[in-house]
């Protein structure tokens, strides 16, 4: 499971897939103050980029590559700890 | 905001790009040389007010798009669709900026470079040689339109890279993500990838519109490699993108406003000298130097960062190109006109301690000597003659002591505009060489930057006219008021048209106590004055939340133009009743529903032109967004006349998914099947559509509306189209309820719902289709039990002979409500369902009443 | 003290000129656009006319011709504040009577030392 919530934490994990998208939206909507913290994270599918450019959330950590760094490059990152 | 003027800028940015905005849509329509003139003057007053705070990249931006407006206003340039898309979407992006300035008082890291993409695009609409300077004199003419929105820095990482390059777009369709894409993944394995952006196609969806599997980005990206190599790589989506292969000197794009400063015209001679002296480290530190102390934003600050990068390794004819993009188009200027430092600077040695004012007053001086060699018109000779008498007499008494007296005698000789401006020039002209009036604008600073420099007065805003004078009605006075406050006092009159009620009980138990009837009366006397007092108090802090619904329909001209030029519909869009007005609240609340209903309404009932012409009806359809307010509520329509809704279709899909029974719907009327849209996870479209996703958001609709206390229903006919009707509640804050008994218990229900009470003997109850009716003026209502509804325990004892019934409205239908009594009237507050009462299904909310005990308040639509 | 009609439709501008002049010790007047300017000066009088060059209703150059041909105004200094920097755009607020021509945006302590000499503030 790529996607572990723990209170205000959405941690993602590994590779995330298109299913993990709408979870991770509903997560969001539920939690709008949430940070998500992609630390873990190897590869995130389109549409999990989607959903945090739609969501907004601070993050924690970025994924490597250009095309995500360019998705996520308006989101604000969560303050350290 | 702690900055009073960038909190004046703010609204009144926002009324001018409004207006500007209107009126292109406008414009587009009927041309009107007034309509041009208003959106001029609107963007015009942008640019000059917005140059009072250190935010060039809007500044820029909105330059462009006047420059654009001249041009449109000389009849140079026709305002084709493409160019009103470009305008407005610049006004949207100007429109983000004000919304980051009124949070963080800055503008977003990436303003500048979303900056040079849209005045790019602005100005490759000039003519060449018009009177701005054409964007780009080094791009080639093959080149997306995008490359300049790309950052510099990875443009010049390309151009350094050489080999092949290529610019290229992949807009993924929306259902890709069915197939199994992941363009994200495609995009960044792309062979020799630079740099990419990625952006909506439209707009970012809100979260509670979004569907998490539908595709809606754009990419745009630039590689190097081989034009085959990548082909190979997206054959796949090859439909989905476009290619272009480009030469690097298209990589070369100078977006920004000119900088006609002298300094650039010696730059050039350098340059160019060492250019071809090769002497390249010498040019990258000479522009390193130049960028040093010039504005970032221009024209020539972006050519110099380029030459910087470039000197190095680029050829000499592209360096020259590029020395040629600063200096070419600063004109040669006489010495005598040329500005000069700000007033501060060079002053000569003087004795006074009010050296600027000397100089100040020269300069003044100086430029009344040039004003009378204007030529003027002969009725406006004397009047002018004399406002320089006076200019010249109130510098006098800052002039050095020999230059005043000599200037003050000869002012004491009468005499025509040529011995004045002897005068003036006697002794001026060794200053007015020296001396200038405004300086080159982007080597000075402007005046404010976002944080103050300037002491402003605090928090006040500026009051208008405060002396009309009796000439013409002075402009009304308006405050300013945080809305945290407002809802302060709305919650404090709230509380007391509630507390208030208290009055009543103790009025009562005052006459059941004491006995004292006189006593009684004189308190509820007392408590009717306050009454009226409390509920005018309410009515005035309602009005002053109360906003006209034009604030949400004033998107739907834009949002209905974009729609149907994307779907290649026509349809006119007509708005009635803008000027009624509701609740902030819920008017904001309103804002995302009803953008979905017209998206629905233009995505799935208006027909394409072709099919309505088949249809005989006129090409042009029609959505008519109407207002108006009905008792305590505000009705919103949206009407299209377009195809309507097939309730066959809809009966058979709704039965399908296990919506309804097929007994349930055989008995069910095509009025209410259509209902059925509203049901979660319904959907009339089988197939996707690019606007509307999956015809989810019906149900996400009314959810919106009913958490605001309203209701939604929609009303079709096949052929002729549907009309969706939201009902809200003028104000959320306070309610009128009635209080129904059951089973001894008290319920609220709120009065708007309520058409009447009656009573109806049991014989005249009848049982249709397994459900209870009555006949009501020719009409059957179904009843329902309240206590059955809410599993209250069945009554003891002999059934009543009549039976106490609320008629209540649920959407547009009547239903009856069985209760065991009727009780009071009142207006509460009603809070919504918190802690242990959240998942109670049933009711819409708490009241507090008068003597403490918490009333829980009926939602009708969950009884039925 | 120094009475200073201030007249331009932006409502940021006019606070800003309000803010750097009363600071300085000057009253100020607005107007929201050139008719309305008219309609002040006839009712009271100032000593320095700061004018817009676009403004509905009534522009500042038809203001500044029409106020030179009136014994309100026609002595009162005048300068036009524009956003064009153009020499023909200079020439054209001078032949409409403007005793000074200034490019937005305006510098605070320009329009202060401006509006103390022509204003006829004596040190």
């Known amino acids: 499971m790529p996607l572990e919530h723990d209170g205000a934490t959405i941690r993602l994990t590994g590779h995330c897939s298109v299913e993990d998208a709408e979870p991770l939206l509903d997560v969001l909507r539920a939690t709008p103050d949430a ?25 924690r950590g970025r994924p490597d590559g250009l095309v995500p760094a360019a998705c996520l490059a308006g989101l604000p990152a969560a303050e350290a700890g | 905001m702690t900055n009073a003027l960038l909190a004046q800028f703010i609204p009144e940015a926002r009324e001018l790009l409004e207006r500007a905005g209107s009126g292109l849509l406008a414009l587009e329509k009927a041309h009107s040389a007034e309509a041009l003139d208003e959106i001029f003057r609107a963007v015009h007053t942008l640019k000059g007010t917005s140059g009072l705070f250190d935010i060039a990249p809007l500044t820029n931006l909105v330059h462009a798009a006047e420059d654009l407006l001249v041009e449109v206003r000389a009849g140079q340039l026709a305002l084709e669709p493409e160019i009103v898309d470009g305008l407005l979407d610049s006004l949207d992006l100007v429109g983000h900026w004000i919304d980051a300035l009124e949070t963080r008082e800055v503008l977003p890291d990436d303003a500048a470079d979303a900056m040079s993409g849209r005045v790019v695009t602005l100005r490759g609409w000039l003519q060449v040689g018009g009177p701005a300077a054409a964007a780009s004199p080094v791009a080639s003419e093959a080149a997306p339109d995008w ?242 008498r006076t200019v010249a007499l109130r510098c006098l008494p800052h002039l050095a002591p020999a230059r005043a007296q000599a200037l003050n005698a000869a002012l004491a000789q009468p005499g025509d505009a040529a011995a004045l401006r002897a005068v003036l020039r006697e002794g001026g002209d060794t200053v007015s060489a020296a001396v200038v009036v405004p300086a080159p604008k982007a080597v000075q600073k402007p005046a404010v930057s976002t944080a103050p420099t300037v002491p402003l007065a605090a928090g006040a805003p500026s009051e208008a006219s405060e002396n009309g004078a009796g000439s013409g009605a002075a402009p009304a006075r308006m405050l300013r008021v945080d809305q945290a406050k407002v809802d302060t006092l709305m919650n404090f009159a709230a509380e007391l048209t509630v507390a208030k009620n208290g009055l009543a009980y103790l009025a009562g138990r005052v006459e059941q106590v004491s006995g004292s009837r006189q006593l009684g009366r004189e308190i509820k006397e007392q408590y009717a004055v306050i009454d009226r007092i409390a509920q005018s108090l309410q009515v005035g802090v309602m009005a002053i939340r109360m906003m006209p619904v034009s604030q949400v329909f004033q998107r739907f001209p834009r949002l209905v133009r974009d729609t149907m030029r994307k779907l290649g519909k026509e349809a006119e869009l007509v708005i009635q009743g803008e000027d009624t007005e509701a609740d902030k609240n819920v008017l904001e609340s309103l804002a995302d529903p009803l953008i979905h209903m017209v998206r629905n309404a233009l995505d799935h009932g208006i027909e394409t032109p072709a099919e309505r012409l088949a249809a005989g009806k006129p090409a042009q359809g029609t959505l008519r967004l109407s207002a108006r307010q009905e008792n305590d509520n505000v009705i919103i329509e949206v009407a299209d006349d377009g195809k309507g809704i097939d309730p066959d279709v809809v009966r058979d899909k709704a039965v399908r998914v296990g919506l309804i029974t097929p007994d349930h719907a055989a008995q069910m009327t095509a009025d209410e099947i259509v209902n059925l849209v509203f049901a979660p996870g319904f959907s009339t479209k089988e197939q996707v559509s690019d606007l509307s996703g999956r015809g989810v958001g019906m149900d996400v609709v009314r959810n919106a509306v009913r958490k605001a206390g309203g209701d939604v229903w929609l009303a079709s006919r096949l052929g002729q189209g549907s009309c969706v009707t939201v009902q809200l509640p003028l104000t959320m804050a306070v309610t009128r309820i009635v209080t129904v008994e059951a089973r001894g218990q008290q319920y609220g229900v709120a009065m708007d719902a309520v058409a009447e009470t009656v009573k109806v003997p049991l014989g005249q109850i009848h049982r249709i289709k397994q459900r209870e009716t009555f006949v009501l003026r020719d009409a059957v209502i179904p009843l329902v039990r309240l206590a059955d509804s809410l599993g209250l325990a069945p009554a003891t004892g002999a059934p009543p002979d009549e039976e106490a019934v609320m008629v209540a409205r649920v959407g547009r239908e009547r239903i009856g409500i069985v209760v065991d009594g009727f009780r009071e009237r009142m207006e509460v507050i009603v809070r919504p369902l918190d802690g242990l009462l959240a998942g109670l299904v049933g009711f819409s909310g708490t009241a507090l009443l008068g003597d403490g005990r918490v009333l829980l308040v009926l939602n009708l639509p969950d009884l039925i | 003290m120094a009475r200073i009609l201030v007249v331009d439709d932006a409502t940021t501008v006019r606070m800003y000129y309000r803010d750097v002049l009363e600071e300085a010790g000057f009253t100020v007047e607005e107007a929201v656009n050139g008719f309305e300017g008219l309609e002040k000066a006839v009712a009271e009088s100032f000593d320095l006319v700061l004018v817009d060059v676009n403004m509905p209703k009534m522009d500042g150059y038809a203001f500044l011709r029409q106020g030179r041909t009136m014994p309100e105004l026609q002595a009162v200094p005048a300068v036009m504040i524009s956003t064009e920097s153009a020499a023909q755009d200079r020439e054209r607020a001078y032949a409409a009577g403007a005793n000074l021509y200034l490019v937005k945006p305006v510098r605070p302590e320009v329009l202060t030392e401006v509006a103390t000499v022509m204003a006829g503030v004596v040190p």
Do not use: N
């Not at chain 2, 495609?186 to 952006?197: C, D, F, I, K, S």
């Not at chain 2, 020269?362 to 040039?370: H, K, P, R, S, T």
């Open chain 2, 147 to 388: 490359i300049g929105a790309l950052p510099e820095s990875v443009r010049q990482a390309a151009y350094a890279a050489g080999g092949p390059l290529i610019a290229w777009s992949y807009e993924p369709d929306e259902t890709c993500f069915f197939r199994g894409d992941d363009p994200a993944h495609l995009v960044e394995q792309a062979p020799g990838l630079l740099g990419v952006r990625v952006l909506p196609r439209e707009t970012v969806p809100a979260p509670e519109f979004c569907d998490p599997v539908l595709s809606w980005l754009r990419f745009e990206a630039l590689c190097a490699a081989p034009a085959e190599a990548l082909s190979e790589h997206l054959r796949y989506v090859s439909d989905q993108v476009q290619l272009s292969p480009i030469t690097k000197d298209a990589l070369v794009i100078l977006a920004g406003p000119e900088d006609t400063a002298e300094v650039f015209g010696d730059f050039g001679v350098r340059a160019r000298a060492l250019v071809a002296t090769e002497a390249r480290a010498e040019l990258k530190a000479a522009a390193a130097a130049l960028l040093g102390i010039i504005g970032p934003a221009t024209r020539q600050a972006a050519a110099l960062r380029w030459i910087a990068a470039l000197a190095p390794t680029a050829d000499a004819d592209a360096l020259q190109r590029l020395v040629a993009a600063i200096d070419g188009a600063a004109p040669a200027r006489p010495v005598s006109a040329a500005m000069t430092a700000p007033p501060t600077a060079a002053a000569p040695a003087s004795t006074g301690t009010d050296a600027p004012l000397r100089q100040r007053a020269e300069v003044i001086l100086a430029a009344q000597a040039e004003m009378l060699d204007v030529p003027v018109e002969a009725a406006l000779d004397a009047g002018r003659r004399e406002s320089v």
């Open chain 1, 35 to 59: 940070t998500v913290d992609l630390t873990e994270a190897a590869w995130l599918h389109t549409a999990v980029l989607q959903v945090l450019m739609v969501a907004t959330p601070a993050l």
